[in-house]
C-alpha cells in the first residue's frame, strides 16, 4: 500500500497547483502547458536520443501548437502543425546525420509534437470552453487512476496487459473506470450536461486513461527505460504524470463532439 500512499501524496500536491492554474486559465494556463509541454517532450528526447529527433524543431512545435490551440482552439492546433512539419523537414535536410536515419528523426519528432502538444493544446481547448470540463477531465483521469490501482491491489487477479505493464490488472481497469466516469458525472451533472451526456463524457474519460499510461509504457518498454525521468524523485518524470491527460483530453474534445456540446 505504500506506493499507493505515495501516489495519493503526489496528487494532493500536484492537484492544487493544477486546480489553480486550470482556474485562472487563459495565458496562465497556457503558459503552464507550455513549460509542461518542453519538460515531458525533453524527457521523450532523452529516452529516444538514439532515433535522433531534431530538438530545436519539436520544442517550436509544441509551443506553437499549445499557443494555437488558446488563440484559435482546435483549428489553432491544425494550424500550427503545418509549420512544424516544415521546419522538421529543413533542419533535417540541412543537417542530415550519419549515424541515423533522417526519415525515423523526423517521425520521432513530429510523434512526440503530435503527443505532448495536442495532448496539452486539448487542455486548453477545454479550459476555454468551461472550467467544470477541464476539472473533470483532471478529477476523472488521477480519481481513475488512484482508484484502479487501489481495486488491482487488493482484488487484481487477471493481468491487462502483462507484456507491457504486468502491474496492471482488468479488475483495476474495471474498478477505475466506474469511479472516473462516477466522478465526471458528479462534476458535470447539472452544469448543462444531462445524465446520460455526463455519462458518456465519464465513461470516455475513464476509459482513456488507462490506455494513456499503457500508452507511455509501450514507448518506454521500448526504449529499454523505466522513468522517463526524475525530476519528481521516486515518481519518475513529468511525462510520467501527464501521460494520462495526453490521451483523456484529446477523447474528451472528441466526445464533447460526438454529443454536440463543443
Known amino acids: ?9 503526489v496528487a494532493a500536491i500536484l492537484l492544487p497547483l493544477a486546480i489553480g492554474v486550470l482556474w485562472l486559465g487563459g495565458w496562465w ?8 509541454g518542453l519538460l515531458a517532450l525533453h524527457e521523450l528526447w532523452t529516452m529516444a536520443r538514439g532515433h535522433r529527433p531534431i530538438v530545436i524543431a519539436g520544442y517550436l512545435g509544441v509551443i506553437a501548437v499549445v499557443v494555437g490551440a488558446h488563440l484559435d482552439g482546435n483549428e489553432g492546433m491544425v494550424l500550427a502543425l503545418a509549420p512544424t512539419l516544415l521546419i522538421v523537414f529543413i533542419l533535417a535536410a540541412i543537417s542530415p546525420s550519419p549515424s541515423a536515419s533522417s526519415l525515423t528523426g523526423m517521425s520521432v519528432t513530429v510523434f512526440g509534437v503530435v503527443w505532448v502538444g495536442v ?18 477531465v483532471l478529477a476523472g483521469t488521477w480519481g481513475g487512476d488512484i482508484g484502479a490501482y487501489a481495486i488491482g491491489r487488493l482484488f487484481g487477479r487477471r493481468r491487462l496487459a502483462p507484456a507491457i505493464s504486468p502491474g496492471k490488472s482488468i479488475e483495476g481497469f474495471a474498478g477505475g473506470v466506474l469511479i472516473g466516469t462516477g466522478i465526471v458525472w ?40 523505466k522513468d522517463s525521468g ?7 518524470g513529468v511525462l510520467d504524470r501527464v501521460d494520462a491527460m495526453l490521451i483523456t483530453a484529446p477523447v474528451a474534445l472528441l466526445a464533447l463532439w460526438a454529443i454536440g456540446s463543443l
Do not use: C
Not at 119 to 136: K, N, Q, Y
Not at 202 to 219: C, M, N, Q, R, T
Open 186 to 225: 458528479w462534476i458535470l451533472y447539472g452544469q448543462g450536461f444531462t445524465t446520460v451526456e455526463s455519462l458518456i463524457i465519464g465513461f470516455a474519460i475513464a476509459v482513456a486513461g488507462p490506455f494513456g499510461d499503457l500508452f507511455e509504457s509501450f514507448v518506454k518498454r521500448d526504449l529499454g527505460v
Open 1 to 9: 500500500m505504500g506506493n499507493l500512499f505515495s501516489r495519493i501524496i
Open 119 to 136: 495532448g496539452l493544446g486539448a487542455v486548453v481547448v477545454l479550459r476555454d470552453a468551461s472550467f467544470d470540463i477541464v476539472l473533470a
Open 29 to 36: 494556463l497556457t503558459g503552464f502547458g507550455v513549460v509542461v
Open 230 to 236: 526524475t525530476l519528481l524523485a521516486g515518481h519518475g
